[in-house]
């Protein structure tokens, strides 16, 4: 089974709002990735977490704050959104952060979130 | 730095023809190669990757790859195209030792009857 889940699978917010999405695997991968994907572009990566541990923060702005309450769960906590930050956020999963190429990575549906 | 390149924005073939995706890297040391394959509304799903080893890589659905050092292209093949394979394509890179991907433009296929 190589599948991540990700809730929800739409996402309208108010650029005053807060809002948290959520990911999701039981694969037993202890690192766990978000990727930001503009309509017709490549994903970005955002933030890598490996053990529970932020290792990785690719210059994200703080009003998007990830969480990994444990090593199967990845949060993304939304507050104060622009319009721009409008995109599918894309979770994924590796066995290991630090095992090299030999990892690969399982991408979840995406969360498609639009921020008015 | 690390990366790839993805020539053609989109690829058209009929249904049973044999259909290429191409894509170049750019790397220092070795090339660690993906292809990802994103359909409408979803998220990426792999399909296949080179690390080392045959230069021929098999994957998921009967899809291919090549690795050509000298040429320094991995392009993703397929002997007979079906209309359920368009989708969107993705090459991508390993990055340092961080498990980073760094994905191309992609390259969106078109299978038609």
């Known amino acids: 089974d190589t599948e991540v889940t990700q809730t929800p699978k739409h996402l309208v917010m108010g650029m005053t709002n807060k809002k948290s999405l959520k990911c999701e695997q039981h694969m037993g991968h202890r690192a766990m990735y978000w990727y930001k994907q503009k309509a017709k572009k490549p994903p970005e990566l955002m933030f890598v977490?490996?053990?529970?541990?932020?290792?990785i923060n690719e210059s994200v702005p703080s009003r998007f704050s990830p969480e990994c309450p444990n090593s199967s769960l990845l949060n993304l906590h939304l507050h104060a959104l622009q319009p721009e930050d409008s995109a599918l956020y894309l979770c994924a999963s590796s066995q290991e952060m630090w095992g090299g190429p030999q990892e690969t990575q399982y991408f979840g549906p995406g969360t498609r979130l639009l921020v008015l | 730095a690390q990366s790839v390149a993805q020539p053609e924005d989109q690829v058209n073939v009929a249904e049973g023809n044999p259909l290429t995706v191409k894509c170049t890297y750019s790397?220092?040391?070795?090339?660690?190669l993906f292809w990802y394959v994103q359909y409408p509304n979803r998220g990426l799903q792999f399909l296949l990757k080179?690390?080392?080893?045959?230069?021929l890589v098999k994957g998921s659905y009967g899809f291919e790859a090549e690795f050509n050092k000298s040429q320094t292209s991995f392009h993703l093949k397929k002997p007979s195209a079906l209309v359920s394979d368009s989708a969107l394509y993705f090459c991508?890179?390993?990055?340092?030792?961080?498990?980073?991907?760094?994905f191309g433009t992609g390259t969106r296929l078109q299978v038609t009857l």
């Open positions: 977490y490996s053990y529970e541990k932020l290792s």
């Open positions: 790397v220092s040391g070795n090339p660690y």
């Open positions: 080179y690390i080392t080893g045959d230069n």
């Open positions: 991508a890179v390993f990055t340092g030792t961080a498990s980073k991907l760094t």
